[in-house]
């Protein structure tokens, strides 16, 4: 995918490799704006990276950010949001004294960027007297050249109108089927970014990504219940193909049937049972029990104040029995599609060649890393996965994509696990998602879960939660589907850090079984005494 | 930007649009980012930030557009941006103009100590927290926040409205060396001289040191007392789940709650009273929200639910005044300390602070999340030592309900929200200490 030389002034052509899509108008402009910043960019990286080196960085770099994002969101046949957003600015970033310095602004001025340098030089000095560990980071390879992640249909150029049109079709699939209420959206995020640094390199790359999605309600005036079914659509590094390519406005009449039979369906019996996971719900499992687990900075304790530190701690490396054997996951950059896909990360490390096992048959072999970590593990060099949200974000290690390898039978499939399963559920969708700040303790629903009894479907059930810990959980798992039952989910909006920024991230992921899990009834988890308050009929009704 | 510089910029801006109709916001500053763990600092930013949103409508259709780009072309590009988009939009049927023109109340959001403090001088203020633990022999992780910015909302009806803030949050982690106990400690403040870092600091180490080789005891339900920080996560959930709309149209929580109307029901414990002022100086906020006046509104008195918000459409419909959901959240206390509090409880649990709050069943506002930092055993009416942490599974509807005792207001951060909140300890009973957690 990475090209590495391109005409500067292709901003236009490159942003629709396909062809297919003529830019429209309105867009042209901040293309324009970026073969603008083209033009300024080694001047100003010049500008900045002199100022540093003059002041007395050991390490510096200079990053031009410009974000495009468009929002519609639909609610029946109302279009109730058309918004989208720009953003342009640059950020110094230094390592002087053995401190970290950072500053930045939309000023992209030269006299502006040698500014942001002292800025960032001052905060570095500000810790001197009482600062410890020195900042070291290792040496970069030094790469000129540019990257344009291809997207058939230019998002961007597509005509609004198009685009509702999608949305309302989907909204009015789900009225057609009944939902009370139903709602669709549509996001869709363009970054441009220039990276230049002191090792010498100048980088120039464009990513775009995109996610539609819905959920539909049903209420029921008898009961006073209510249920609703949101969408499985994943993000995807790709252009409007990727929206056309999904069969929305059918899996919306579908979801209100489901939504329609979660409200009637029998609430779970809790206790051990066998489960089968489906990639829609899977991904987020994965996320969440072996994506954060395995960053870095957490283990080191960077996060600790928020995010929260790890069990997966550095002794753990290759020593570590994280799952049973059969289970591998892999963190990449380079996968089409993926939404965390580029071909260098915001530190300018090179993805490609830096594929890596998380865990490879059950042991732990890998973190994930940015500039300047892995030296205090004892490794040679960050594996490409620092990013920054926005110009004005320091960058930070984020998840790579991270999947589950299939499973070596490219025959098992969801009904084949379902199969070897007396008494158990089935699980689509994610619902809620909660773990503890050390990644011990998770507690998960999800969309749909269908009971499994003698290795058939049999109904639907509701109120279903599982619980467990994230070592023991993996470790229970004793069937993966094949490749070709594998899915591609994720999220546009990872949360990490102070001030909190959002990262993209996909997660390949295959059906899978697993033995013996906890599970809860939400119902009963919320029952309770709630004397004490006249007149809540139904705190006390339905918790007693 | 001053007030006058920002009128000026909105009324070019309004100047050049065509529409129908068009609202503008603006908003400026300058934001400190100040992250340290193990002791030193470690991610950081100054950073100076813009931005300017422009809504247009012709008729019932209308596009918003924001940039961070000031300059006369790049002004003059989102205004044809935005109206092209606008043209396009389909009609929204519940499209509302913009507002006219309001009296707002001056807001008490800004201090000039913090908007003057240096770079320098905010970073050098976490110093001595760093100091003291290396001294106490534990690592801290933190993260300090000043911000100085203003905003401006004007629109083609006449409304104009420019508020200015400044705030200074800080929140800290202390953990041992061992990883066997965690602490932690938060302030906001909008006058950087009311900064007490340093206690703040010494308050996350105490917890730390308190909290190592936490002992297991057992899940299930009991008495709790909650530290303002997580009183102010599930509340703070609760409060903006209080929504007209949703209530209506058959999908809220409130369903469950009341026959009929709910409102003026007693639906809480008689100790629940929760309202909203932005000019209380204990945790201000701006005096308007979308150009709405935001006055003191109870929302909660005495375990009877006064207030639902409604947006301007719903209200339109319902022939009534639009509420805008709170600025700030306050909850009133009766005055007692977290040890007199503890005093109070039999056998029960200290709850520092929560974490990944997260919506289990939206018919009962059932939520998850864990405890963590300082979690301690609680009998006869004494701390008695750590316990390991615990996923809760509980509806912030009990909580209030379920409230038997308060304490001092205090403001505080969340785990994941932001809004300035002053709230106190509470002793709520029957909490759904579902699992224990290994994490600490």
Redesign the interface.
Known sequence: MFRRKCDRRDWLKTATVGGVAVLA??WD?SAARATEVDDRFPRLADAALGRARSLGATFADFRIMQTETESLFVREQ????????????C?VRVVCDG?????????LSEEGVARLAA??I??AR??AG????RVEIEPLPKHVGRFDQPAEIDPFAM???KK?ETL?GITAAAQKSGA??CQASLEQVRERTWIANTFGSRIAQSRVRLQPGFAV?V?D?KT???A?REGSVPPRAAGWEHVTSLPLAGDAARAVEEAREKLVAPSVEPGRKDLVIAPSNLWLTIHETVGHPTELDRA???????A??S?C?PDKLDQLRYASDIVSFRGERTEPGGVATTAFDDDGVPTAGREFFIVENGVFRSYQMALGQAGRIGREASNACGYAESF???P?QRMPNISLEPGRDPAVTKESLIADIDDGILVEGN???????????F?F?GQVFHRIKNGKLAGMLR?V?Y?G?SVDFWNACDGLGGRPSRELYGALHCGK???QQAAPVSHGAVPARFRGINV?N??E??G???A????????VR??A | MTASQSRTLCERILGLVKADSAEVSVSDGDDI?L?H???????????????L?LTVSYGRR????????LDEASIR?LV??TQ???K???????HMPPLGPSEFATPVTWAEPTAAAS??TV??SI?PV??RA?DAGV?T???L?RSVGGSTLANTSGLFVHQRSTTVGF???A?TPT?RG?G?ASTQVTDIRDLDLAMIGDRAIRKALDSRNPVERPPG?TTVVLEPAAVRDLVAWLVRSLDRRPLD???SFL?????GDPVG??????RATIFSDPLDASAPCPTHSGGLPLVRTPWIDA?VLETLAVGRFWAKQRGVQPQPHPGNLLMAGEGRSVDELVGMVDDGVLVTRI??????????L?L???T??GTFAISKGKLAGPVK?F?F?I?P??VL??L?ASGVPTRVLGSESGSPACVPPVVVE?F?L???????
């Open positions: 108008a309105r402009l109302m279009v109730q949001g058309v918004s989208a957003a720009t953003s342009l600015g950020a401190a970290w310095g950072f500053a930045a602004s939309e000023d800025e960032a001052l905060i500000a810790q009482w600062r410890k560990r005509p609004l109108e509702v309302l009370n209420f309600t209420t005036a006073g219940r209510f609703t080191l304790g960077d996060e600790a104040n928020f929260g530190t069990f701690t004005d974000a320091f930070l619902g809620s998602w909660s773990i503890d700040q050390q990644r011990y303790n507690q629903t109120d939660a619980q810990n850090g102070q001030p809860l939400t119902a988890q919320a309770g005494k709630t004490g308050c006249e007149g809540c009929r139904g705190v339905r918790w | 980012h992250r763990a193990s002791n030193d600092v470690t991610s950081n930013a100054l950073v100076h930030r813009t931005e949103s209308s596009a918003t557009l924001s940039t961070n780009q590009r044809d941006r092209a988009m606008a396009l939009a389909p009609e929204n049927p519940e770079p320098a970073i050098e110093r760093i100091e290396r690592d992780a933190g993260y926040q929140s800290v982690t953990r990883g965690s932690w339900r149209e058959g999908r369903k469950g709650l009341a026959d029901r007693r639906l809480f414990g008689e375990g974490w990944y709050l997260r919506s289990v069943d939206p018919q009962t059932l998850t999340g864990l963590r930092d942490n996923r599974n509806s509807v009990h309900a379920r038997v029957d759904n579902s699992s224990v957690s290994d994490a600490s």
